[in-house]
């Protein structure tokens, strides 16, 4: 009984906890995306719109699955009729434009900037998260400081465009404001048949980090059939449940 009434109590504390911090707290209950699962981790069961996200990718390997993950969420987010700016580095971008179709999103939709230095980068992913026209933004960048970070996420509090940070190899995955961290590997894919080829891509989707929700993996295969969960998912105790449990 004592455990039910701790948890009502954790759960209230929460919910004032949102409202105080403005981040990704929209003036009405938000609806999911449609990514399944992986909604049940965040507050209120629905991926948080109006937010930043942070994705972390050591190796070439898991920057191509983080971008074709990414892309299945932008998929869902534009819904058909949204827009998106995808901000690079010269010479890297982790993401071949056509390949998009096969993840439900129409390129022609999304506008490409490569910029020379990651300064410059950083600037165009600020003014883009401002511009309340667009649906979001992804931004390809090693290094984010706490404080750039934070002027990120006091954007999208403006503009409520949801931003996506791609940081491959970064020096260190130090603290950021973003609501979220993310981290995509590839796993073996399988073919339905004794046919030559290759099988659908199959991603280990790992949510480290996510503010006021619950951490957990999920592995995960994009078919024709859409996102399709693979196991159930695992998800990492609170620190209160680690105690109590």
């Not at 105080?20 to 629905?46: C, H, N, W």
């Not at 999103?105 to 230095?117: C, G, H, N, S, T």
Request: hydrophobic share 40%.
């Amino acid at each position: 009984m004592r455990r039910v009434a701790d948890s009502a109590v954790i759960e209230q504390l929460q919910k004032q906890i949102l409202a105080l911090q403005r981040s990704y707290v929209p003036s009405e209950p938000m609806s999911g995306v449609g990514l399944g699962q992986i909604e049940t981790a965040f507050p209120d069961k629905a991926f948080p719109r109006g937010a930043v996200h942070e994705l972390i990718s050591h190796h070439s390997e898991d920057a191509a699955c983080t971008s074709g993950f990414l892309s299945v969420v932008l998929g869902k987010l534009m819904n058909q009729t949204g827009s998106c700016l995808w901000i690079s580095t010269v010479p890297r971008r982790s993401i071949y434009p056509p390949a998009l179709k096969v993840f439900g999103v129409d390129p022609e939709r999304i506008l490409f900037v490569d910029a020379k230095k990651p300064k410059e980068t950083l600037w165009a992913i600020e003014e883009a998260l401002k511009c309340n026209a667009i649906t979001a933004v992804v931004g390809e960048l090693s290094e984010l400081s706490f404080n750039d970070s934070r002027r990120l996420q006091l954007a999208v509090e403006q503009s409520q465009v949801t931003g996506f940070i791609h940081r491959f190899r970064p020096k260190s995955e130090n603290a950021v404001a973003c609501v979220s961290r993310w981290r995509i590997t590839s796993l073996a894919s399988e073919l339905q048949n004794t046919k030559p080829g290759v099988g659908f891509p199959r991603w280990n989707v790992e949510l480290l980090k996510v503010r006021n929700g619950v951490p957990g993996s999920w592995q995960v295969q994009w078919s024709d059939n859409g996102l399709e969960y693979l196991q159930p998912a695992i998800t990492t105790p609170s620190k209160y449940e680690q105690r109590t449990g």
